[in-house]
């Protein structure tokens, strides 16, 4: 893959957050996934919090377009759906909190992430429905451990793609794409880390900053998603 440029995945944070745009940042959509993981991470027993828990990830998902009028979840589910979908985070979510970019080549922890993609894509599709987009933006919101491959993150990425074969692998959230996304924060670890440091999670509790920081996944979703959408 081409290498992302110095001070790229930065400018897009910058741009991305906006931090100094609004007095109000916490109420704008850039937040919805603040929102959301602050939840499961104070929730490690989501389904003892079942309503709020079905809430948060469905506003979430309504916030990133999941619920269009063509899609399944709009068409022909209500917050009752999402109950089968906390079940099945509370099953891994042992497994995959705290799991990141820097696990990725780790084959015990794939074989968990496999498994949870999986389940996850049996409880919130039938079979056979495009689920690509939608299983991988669970995992962003709820663990924070997976970029969104949705069609701006896999369009920047296909873009620094050199190979047919690189440019294929970002169809599927699997080890190839993930191995690539391990080596892009390889190279580029201490400028994450830096954005990391410079824009923590938001909660709802103050409508502000906590302590807590984003994970390297998802500063590589706001670069993924920013560089293709902005243009």
Not at 80 to 98: A, S, T
């Amino acid at each position: 893959m081409k290498p992302i440029p110095p001070g790229a995945i930065s400018a897009a944070a910058e741009a991305f957050l906006r931090p100094e745009a609004d007095p109000l940042p916490s109420r704008r959509r850039e937040r919805s996934w603040d929102l959301c993981f602050s939840h499961f991470r104070e929730h490690p027993r989501p389904t003892e919090a079942m309503e709020t828990s079905c809430l948060h990830l469905g506003y979430y998902l309504a916030s990133w377009g999941m619920l269009r009028g063509s899609s399944f979840l709009f068409r022909q589910t209500n917050l009752l759906h999402y109950q089968g979908v906390i079940e099945v985070i509370e099953k891994y979510d042992e497994d995959l909190r705290g799991w990141d970019v820097p696990d990725y080549l780790d084959p015990e922890k794939y074989e968990q992430f496999s498994s949870a993609w999986t389940d996850l894509r049996g409880a919130l599709v039938p079979e056979g429905r495009a689920s690509l987009t939608l299983v991988s933006k669970v995992m962003m919101g709820v663990w924070g451990c997976l970029p969104s491959f949705d069609t701006f993150f896999v369009a920047t990425f296909k873009g620094l793609s050199e190979t047919r074969t690189e440019r294929g692998a970002w169809n599927r959230a699997e080890r190839d794409a993930l191995g690539m996304l391990y080596d892009v924060y390889d190279r580029r670890a201490d400028e994450i880390d830096h954005v990391r440091d410079r824009y923590p999670v938001w909660d709802f509790a103050s409508g502000g900053p906590s302590e807590r920081r984003m994970t390297r996944a998802k500063v590589l979703d706001i670069y993924g998603f920013h560089e293709s959408w902005k243009s």
